[in-house]
């Protein structure tokens, strides 16, 4: 079952870059700062839509280790 701190992105339709998603959730939905958050899953749904994805998790990962990146596509 996820937790409130699970979230899914899908990419199909979106013209947001997954960096600002990631900054947005940061502070409005989890309402801290990713480093003291227990383990989050991020899912990217159809990320091949996005030219920016590995960027993103190369930056991100290695900063917080308590993020789970998922990524999927068609």
């Known amino acids: 079952m996820p937790s409130r701190e699970d979230t899914v ?3 199909d339709e979106v013209t947001v870059k997954p960096k600002d998603l990631l900054r947005f ?19 990217f749904d159809e990320a091949q839509y996005v030219d920016s994805w590995p960027s993103v998790v190369k930056q ?13 596509g068609s």
């Open 25 to 43: 959730y940061e502070r409005n939905i989890l309402r801290k700062p990713f480093e003291r958050a227990d383990r989050v899953y991020i899912f």
């Open 60 to 72: 991100f990962y290695p900063l917080y280790r308590n993020l789970k990146f998922i990524l999927s």
């Open 9 to 11: 992105f899908l990419f």
